[in-house]
């Protein structure tokens, strides 16, 4: 198992510089790899300015709020603070050195690296006759927006879902530790776990607050092998309690079982509630045994597809797929300049220019895949059919869309009974090129991952009411942000056209009502909500832009009472949680074995 350890350390410019020659260079001796970088990553600049609008708090209020048993930090802020991204109460300004140290893992290895900074400091900055410090103010090393420690995976073990090697099943425990801000606070708690033979699996920091003297207390979520009961897990914890300001053992929490790296999506994207091939007998290709037949070889490319082939497998579409293609970008286009959102029709023009969007051929995922993860870094992974919500809602939270391949049936090419390459890549996937959208979905997502099936239902009625229906204020207009709407060109308009407040709301004979109910977007209400899924929606929900449906959606998953709260990081491709969990239910067959 591999170790990588990336910190941020804030000061002066000289002392920046003396830290790249000299601190950098002992670390090297103790490391197999480091390389400096800089933290330009768009995803991480996202949720650092996420996380300081909504967990943190410059005040020093620092207050814990629990949900359900959940251990989830909300470091609270006031209304001015929150408005303020630039603020330094948290992030001070100023020169900074990033490292990425790859360790061997091993008891003592953070340590071993953590003293030579402490003595760095030491023999630069601290007077050793008492007096004080010298040639300037002392650096903290906890001075770090967050100090996270990943696990990284070669890529046999990458490639092996059943893999052990990067979540251990053996016992292990979770703490919180509260320290002050101090040179050598982290070290002096770490070698408690050398001096016991702990071995540290994971260690996050976050700010709380500050104290009256100008000093900062950081939380450290700590994970380590082993369990309270063994006698030097017991020692150790024994001495935590005298060296930390606050010391908190979390308890493992049985779940739903949920993906905790990217390369096990493929243990659920095969979960399908259809082989993509089963059509009812409504289906308008139920009795073409051609179709059928196309319908079957499309699952079982996607059924042999896994997250880290070099790309997914191009389809040759035949002339009759490109014609019903054709026919359904001609009937929408127009009504896309209409009824369309401004970001849709932003994200279209880039999917013409950069993915051949056009009339006359149907774009490969493969390529539009590529094009994604440059562009907002979310990504397409193949699917023979439809799954669970369970499992779609999953995938998101690793910025992934279960995609379909297949097209409706040639003999009505304006209405398909399930989702299609024409919902798939003329509904879902332009909007996958604004950022935004994707955080939206994202956010979802994550909630999502061991949540109990009633929240995951409530959750599922919310991405209904928005990624598939969802309308927006625009110009004041009703415009369309949801798939389901962007691919169809009755219910676009539908939902979409200027209603008169003196026409009488009246139902037809077919049970539709002559126009829908337009409700503000308010996830609480949408997760309560039910719909149907073969008629016009009666019902929908009109955010006042996409910022607000995503601060909206937000808000109501922090609410939400999850088990624990969860990250993802798209260097490592993996979902990071604060609280200890056993995947216990919903084990995935291949991953019970």
């Not at 930390?244 to 999506?265: A, G, N, Y």
């Amino acid at each position: 198992m591999i170790t990588s350890l990336a910190h941020r350390s804030i000061g002066r410019a000289t002392s920046c510089r003396h830290f790249q020659t000299s601190l950098l260079t002992r670390s090297a001796a103790v490391t197999h790899n480091l390389t400096t970088y800089f933290s330009t990553s768009p995803d991480y600049t996202n949720y650092e300015t996420w996380h300081r609008d909504n967990y943190e708090d410059p005040t020093g209020s620092g207050v814990f709020l629990s949900n359900n048993d959940s251990l989830n930090v909300h470091f609270q802020r006031d209304n001015t603070a929150r408005n303020n991204i630039n603020s330094t109460a948290f992030y001070p300004e100023g020169p900074r050195t990033s490292v990425l140290m790859e360790l061997s893992d091993g008891v003592g290895a953070l340590h071993n690296v953590l003293r030579f900074y402490e003595t760095w400091h030491r023999d630069n900055y601290e007077d050793p006759t008492g007096s004080g410090p010298v040639n300037g103010s002392p650096v903290f090393l906890s001075n770090n927006d967050s100090l996270n420690v990943y696990f990284q995976r070669d890529n046999t073990a990458r490639n092996d879902i059943n893999s052990t090697a990067f979540y251990p099943e053996g016992p292990r425990t979770s703490v919180l530790m509260e320290l002050s801000d101090g040179v050598g606070a982290l070290h002096n708690v770490l070698r408690f776990f050398w001096k016991y033979d702990v071995n540290i699996s994971r260690i996050e920091s976050r700010p709380v607050s500050n104290e009256d003297n100008g000093r900062s207390k950081f939380d450290f979520f700590v994970d380590f092998h082993g369990k309270v009961g063994d006698v030097n897990v017991n020692a150790l914890l024994h001495e935590l309690k005298g060296m930390t300001d606050k010391l908190l053992v979390l308890d493992e929490k049985e779940v739903h079982w949920f993906p905790r790296h990217i390369s096990e999506l493929d243990l659920i994207a095969n979960r399908t509630l259809d082989a993509g091939t089963d059509l009812e007998a409504d289906h308008p290709g139920f009795h073409d045994e051609e179709y059928r037949k196309r319908r079957a070889n499309l699952a079982e490319s996607a059924l042999n597809y896994r997250m880290h082939d070099t790309e997914i497998p191009k389809t040759e579409y035949t002339k009759d797929e490109v014609e019903t293609w054709g026919l359904v970008w001609d009937t929408m286009e127009d009504l896309w300049e209409k009824y369309a959102c401004k970001e849709y029709k932003k994200s279209m023009n880039l999917m013409k220019k950069h993915c051949n969007y056009n009339r006359n051929a149907i774009p490969q995922i493969s390529s539009i895949a590529s094009f994604l993860q440059l562009q907002t870094n979310f990504r397409l992974r193949p699917v023979a059919g439809l799954i669970s919500s369970r499992d779609f809602l999953n995938g998101l939270a690793f910025r992934t869309f279960f995609c379909t391949q297949y097209i409706r049936h040639p003999s009505k090419p304006l209405y398909t009974p399930e989702p299609d390459i024409c919902h798939e890549l003329l509904g879902h996937v332009p909007m996958f090129c604004d950022r935004d959208f994707c955080d939206f979905s994202q956010e979802i997502g994550l909630a999502s991952l061991g949540a109990s099936d009633e929240d995951v239902l409530k959750l599922a009625r919310c991405y209904w009411y928005s990624v598939e229906f969802g309308l927006c204020r625009e110009d004041g207009k009703n415009k369309a942000y949801g798939a389901g709407l962007l691919s169809s060109f009755g219910e676009l308009e539908y939902s979409c056209k200027e209603q008169d407040d003196d026409e009488k709301y009246e139902v037809g004979e077919d049970g539709m009502p002559n126009r829908p109910e337009i409700k503000p977007w308010d996830p609480a209400v949408a997760a309560m909500q039910d719909f149907p899924i073969t008629t016009y929606q009666p019902v929908y929900f009109l955010a006042e832009s996409l910022q607000d449906a995503k601060l909206k959606m937000r808000k109501y998953c922090e609410e939400l009472p999850r088990p624990f709260f969860a990250l993802y990081n798209s260097q490592t491709e993996t979902v990071h949680i604060d609280r200890p969990v056993r995947r216990a239910r919903g084990v995935p067959s291949s991953e019970s074995k």
